[in-house]
C-alpha cells in the first residue's frame, strides 16, 4: 500500500506567513504541519510515499528530503496548477500503478493517527473508504449523506448542506479511482473535485466505506485552527529539560526544553515548548506556546501562542496572546518619547492597537 500527500495550494488564509514558506511547513508543537502526516503514513506500515507539489516544491523538498529522516521513500510529483484533488489523483497513476494507497491533505492533523483505519481498509477490501466527521459548519467541506450507513450522496462546499458530515482529509482508495477521475468533469471552480470521484464510485455501484472520525479532527487552513491544534498537541507532551534554567526560574506543568536553551529569572508554565537554542530572560511563557529554536524572549508575556524560529520580543509591555509570530519577526517596545509607533509590515498583515 503506497501513500499520496497533498502539499500544493497557496495557502492564501495563512499570508502573511505563506508569501515566504510553504503553509504545510508552519510549526505546530515546534514540528511542520506535513510532518504529521508523514509520520501518520508510516505507523500505518507505509514506506512509500509521492507528495503532491506546487509553487513551494522547493521548500518543501528541503524539509522533507527523500524520506531517510522517517526511513521510508519519499519522492515528488510536480502539480502545475492546483486543479482539484482529483486532479492530483490522476497526474499519480504512474506512481500507485494498482496498489491500494492513502490519500492524506498534507495540512491535515488527526488525534489518533490512521493506523487502525488503514488496517481495516486492508482487512476488508473496499473500493474506497472516506472519514467523515461532524461540523458546525458544514458549508464550507465537502459534504456526505448517509443512507442506513452507506454513502449515498457528497456534495463539494454546499450552500445548503444536506447534512454535518464533512469529508476529513484522508481518503483510502484502491486502482478503480483511475476511472472516476478520468470520468468526472471540472467543477463551477475549474477544479476536478474528489467528491464528484467518490460520488462516481458510488454510481457506479463501487463500495465506499465510510466511517466517523470520533477524536479531534484539524485542517490547519487559517491561523486559529493552527493555535487549537497546537494547543490541541500540548495536552500530550510530557517534560524534558535539556536546557539550563537558572535557581531564581519555576517551571509548572508539563514543559520541555531542548538543547541549549537558557532560561534566566523567568516562569514557565506548561504544557508548552522551547525549542533549541532559545534565551528566555525575565520573561513569562505561558501554557500552550510553542517557542521555535534560536528564539530570543526578554522582559514579555507570551501565552497561547507560536512563535517561529530565530524571532526576537523584547520588553513588550503587555501579554502576547493567541498569536502567530513568523520566523525572524521582531517585536520591541519603542522609547517612550516622543510617542510612535515604528511598523515594516507585509502584505495582509493583521495589528491590533489598544
Known amino acids: 500500500m503506497k501513500g499520496l500527500i497533498l502539499s500544493g495550494g497557496k495557502g492564501t488564509r495563512l499570508r502573511p506567513l505563506t508569501f515566504t514558506q510553504a503553509k504545510q ?4 508543537a515546534n514540528k511542520p504541519v506535513l510532518f504529521y502526516g508523514i509520520e501518520a503514513l508510516k505507523e500505518a506500515g507505509i514506506k512509500e510515499i509521492a507528495i503532491i507539489v506546487g509553487d513551494t516544491k522547493d521548500d518543501i523538498q528541503g524539509a522533507v528530503g527523500n524520506g531517510d529522516q522517517w526511513g521510508i521513500r519519499i519522492s515528488y510529483i510536480e502539480q502545475d496548477e492546483p486543479l482539484g484533488l482529483a486532479h492530483a489523483v490522476m497526474i499519480s497513476e ?5 496498489e491500494p494507497f492513502v490519500m492524506y491533505l498534507g495540512d491535515n492533523i488527526l488525534k489518533n493517527g490512521i493506523k487502525s483505519l488503514v488496517e481495516d481498509f486492508r482487512k476488508k477490501k473496499p473500493n474506497s473508504q472516506i472519514l467523515l466527521t461532524e461540523v458546525p459548519n458544514p458549508q464550507i467541506f465537502g459534504v456526505a449523506e448517509l443512507k442506513d450507513g452507506k454513502v449515498v450522496r457528497l456534495v463539494e462546499k454546499p450552500k445548503e448542506p444536506m447534512s454535518n458530515l464533512a469529508l476529513v482529509g484522508v481518503y483510502m482508495f484502491d486502482f478503480h479511482v483511475f476511472e472516476a477521475v478520468k470520468a468526472i468533469k471540472p467543477s463551477w471552480r475549474n477544479e476536478l473535485e474528489i467528491t464528484d470521484a467518490i460520488q462516481y ?3 457506479q455501484g463501487y463500495e465506499v466505506q465510510p466511517h466517523i472520525v470520533k477524536d479531534w479532527w484539524k485542517d490547519t487552513g487559517k491561523i486559529e485552527d493552527i493555535l487549537d491544534a497546537n494547543r490541541l498537541i500540548l495536552e500530550s507532551i510530557e ?9 531564581y526560574s519555576k517551571i ?3 514543559v520541555v526544553l531542548e538543547k541549549d536553551v537558557h532560561v534566566e529569572r523567568s516562569i514557565l508554565r506548561g504544557p508548552s515548548i522551547i525549542g533549541e537554542g532559545c534565551n528566555i530572560v525575565d520573561s513569562y511563557i505561558g501554557p500552550f506556546s510553542s517557542i521555535q529554536k ?10 497561547c501562542s507560536i512563535v517561529m524560529e530565530d524571532s526576537e520580543i523584547r520588553d513588550v509591555g503587555s501579554r502576547i496572546d493567541e498569536s502567530l509570530i513568523g520566523r525572524g519577526a521582531s517585536i520591541a517596545r519603542c522609547p517612550p518619547k516622543p510617542s510612535v509607533y515604528r511598523f515594516i509590515v507585509g502584505d495582509k498583515s493583521k495589528i491590533e492597537i489598544k
Do not use: A, H, T
Open 201 to 203: 464510485l458510488v454510481d
Open 94 to 98: 504512474d506512481f500507485l500503478g494498482k
Open 25 to 28: 511547513l508552519v510549526p505546530v
Open 239 to 247: 517534560n524534558k529539560n535539556e536546557g539550563f534554567v537558572d535557581k
Open 252 to 254: 509548572n506543568g508539563q
Open 294 to 303: 534560536n528564539c530570543r524572549i526578554i522582559n514579555s508575556e507570551i501565552e
